[in-house]
């Protein structure tokens, strides 16, 4: 029956159905008013290319702010303090932001683009304390996501992610249909008038944001990640790695990695690192007043990254995490 089958036929009157006997609010009308939309993306620019994310209710805003932030720190190597410190840094100026301003763009009342502007990056990276940890934390995101990315030969690129927050979503499987149904209303604040605020016909704030490059040069890249609240923070690694310190784009994926925040199944917001990294690295981030947790190498809590790049000659190369079961094919 299509798609509208979802929304206004069969389907829907069973789905509704099966909601009412999970004691979901969401009835047939609120499935038959649904309509996608296209919203044009945010987009900054860096040295060498154009970065794209998603628009609000996501926190794309965060991961281009990460990265513009981050450069303007001027920070010539990759891997020592000064680049895991000025990445975490950037991180929190992001997420203060975001955790204010996100939420139901119908319902916002700062407009995103304002903080993609150079002289707010200039003064956000100006907050930055070269030396010193900012005192954390601030709310943290879960999340259960997927992220793939296709290119073709004409150069058509697609970033694509999906997610039923937390790994069985909401938890309401319909009985008629089989559907998980998924968990995004989680993010809802139940009291006041912000823009996360629960409302019929609300959209809630949500941590999906695959992202996508295009270097002044001519390549195209798309890449992303699971992992909720650190989405923004491996999308930072993987891409600072590659376009701002050349490293080879698997190398970029497989590098050691850090969470700043919350993960699955713990209530600790510490800064975790792999425990790939030098340990003399870990004392000075220590030193700086950063609060560190280490965890095994390769852990999936770091996320399941992945990339790929369209050179200009038309060769492609891609990455996957061996983090995750993923994989690169090109056929």
């Not at 150079?118 to 010193?132: M, V, Y």
């Not at 259960?144 to 790994?167: K, N, R, Y």
């Not at 784009?249 to 917001?269: E, I």
């Amino acid at each position: 029956h299509g798609a509208g089958d979802f929304y206004k036929g069969q389907l829907a009157k069973q789905i509704a159905a099966d909601l009412a006997r999970c004691g979901s609010p969401v009835v047939a009308t609120d499935l038959s008013a649904h309509c996608a939309q296209r919203r044009k993306p945010l987009s900054v620019a860096v040295k060498g290319a154009e970065l794209f994310n998603f628009p609000p209710p996501t926190q794309g805003l965060s991961s281009l702010m990460i990265l513009a932030i981050y450069e303007r720190l001027g920070i010539k190597q990759a891997e020592g303090f000064d680049y895991l410190h000025g990445m975490i840094e950037a991180t929190k100026q992001a997420f203060i932001i975001r955790d204010r301003i996100i939420g139901d763009p119908g319902l916002m009342t700062e407009n995103p683009d304002d903080y993609l502007k150079p002289e707010a990056l200039d003064g956000l990276a100006n907050n930055i304390d070269r030396s010193r940890a900012l005192p954390w934390p601030h709310v943290a995101q879960k999340g259960d996501t997927i992220w793939l990315g296709v290119i073709d030969s004409s150069g058509l690129a697609v970033s694509f992610i999906q997610s039923i927050f937390f790994e069985f979503g909401s938890g309401c499987v319909l009985e008629d249909t089989g559907f998980v149904w998924q968990n995004r209303g989680a993010s809802f604040a139940l009291e006041g008038n912000g823009p996360r605020v629960i409302g019929a016909g609300h959209k809630p704030f949500h941590t999906l944001n695959p992202a996508m490059a295009l270097f002044e040069d001519g390549r195209r890249m798309v890449y992303g990640t699971m992992g909720g609240e650190g989405q923004p923070q491996t999308q930072a690694a993987v891409f600072s790695r590659y376009a701002m310190y050349g490293q080879g784009l698997q190398a970029a994926v497989t590098a050691p990695r850090w969470l700043l925040g919350k993960t699955w199944g713990a209530d600790s917001v510490t800064l975790k690192l792999e425990s790939r990294f030098d340990p003399a690295l870990l004392e000075r981030l220590k030193s700086a007043g950063h609060d560190i947790e280490l965890l095994p190498d390769f852990t999936s809590t770091m996320g399941h990254a992945g990339a790929i790049i369209r050179n200009v000659a038309g060769t492609f190369e891609g990455a996957t995490d061996p983090r995750s079961d993923g994989a690169a094919y090109g056929f």
